[in-house]
């Protein structure tokens, strides 16, 4: 059912759906990942990485769109569908350090853990994987591993946001802080979550080719690994981070704290960026195929 729902959203209008991005701020929270620019850095970065024949798989699936255009649209439909809210992050507990499947990645809804329907579960983690999956399967219809694709370019960036990792004040949504001088971003009080969503790439003041610009620049001469491609150690190394990005309630976000933390942004847009361009390398090693529908095609979300 739920994946009716998206191939139907997938289908609508370009008008319908830009009427739904334009309802996305009066809906949800302020708050949910990088911000726009942050999924398209991500999904520029990796543009710039596929091989030829990921490039026409890609072309194949989302036709005069590119990833950067379609990287914030699991934002625009997560509104509209609540059980895809918990897919985009994963809540280690403080201190915990690792990520623990059974622990942070709780079963979909009315799925008992250890039952034979309890193999994909709805944590940022088990979806990259899920998702992995569906675009390089070819018994499903182009218009179902699209969707996959873009999920997947959404989530390996959201992965990479260090406040996506841990369950603290709700990713740090419920730490109020001042930045640059004020206490409200917009209609709402600024919270750290939104501050490393967006409020430090933004400071930057870079239109989206400015900003790849320099981040060509910085790394040219020492790129970060792509490796390892397992999320689970994706979501380890951003919790690892939190140490050095967390404020206390009421703390201060001014120049001091973006000139040390702006790094640690362009660091993990440029590997979400790679590790992305990596998993649809691999992904996508032959010439795009004809549908060709299995026999019995299970749809399960």
Not at 120 to 148: K, N, Q, S, Y
Not at 217 to 236: C, G, I, K, L, V
Request: glycine share 8%; hydrophobic share 40%.
């Amino acid at each position: 059912m739920l994946l009716g729902m998206v191939s139907r959203l997938h289908t609508l209008p370009r008008r319908a759906v830009l009427c739904a991005a334009l309802l996305l701020p009066c809906l949800t929270t302020p708050a949910h990942a990088w911000g726009p620019q942050g999924h398209k850095l991500v999904a520029m970065v990796a543009m710039e990485h596929l091989t030829p024949t990921a490039k026409k798989n890609i072309k194949f699936l989302l036709g005069k769109e590119t990833l950067a255009d379609v990287a914030s649209w699991p934002d625009v439909y997560r509104p509209l569908e609540t059980q895809t809210g918990p897919w985009h992050y994963v809540d280690i507990p403080e201190g915990a350090g690792t990520y623990d499947r059974e622990r942070d990645c709780p079963t979909q809804p009315n799925v008992k853990a250890g039952s034979p329907g309890d193999k994909w579960r709805d944590c940022v983690v088990d979806r990259i994987l899920f998702f992995e999956g569906r675009i390089g399967d070819a018994t499903l219809d182009p218009a179902d591993r699209a969707i996959a694709l873009k999920y997947l370019v959404h989530f390996v960036g959201d992965i990479h946001q260090p406040l996506h990792t841990t369950g603290v004040q709700k990713g740090g949504n419920g730490i109020t802080v001042n930045v640059f001088g004020s206490d409200t971003c917009g209609k709402y009080p600024c919270n750290l979550h939104s501050v490393w969503d967006s409020g430090l790439i933004l400071h930057r003041q870079l239109n989206d080719k400015q900003y790849l610009a320099l981040l060509d620049h910085e790394f040219a001469s020492t790129p970060p690994a792509a490796t390892p491609d397992d999320p689970a150690t994706w979501a380890n190394e951003g919790n690892a981070l939190l140490p050095g990005l967390m404020l206390p309630q009421g703390g201060v976000v001014d120049q001091a704290y973006f000139d040390r933390e702006i790094p640690v942004v362009d660091r993990q847009l440029e590997v979400a960026g790679l590790r992305l361009a990596a998993v649809l390398n691999r992904t996508f090693t032959s010439a795009p195929v004809t549908f060709k529908p299995a026999a019995a095609d299970s749809k399960q979300f």
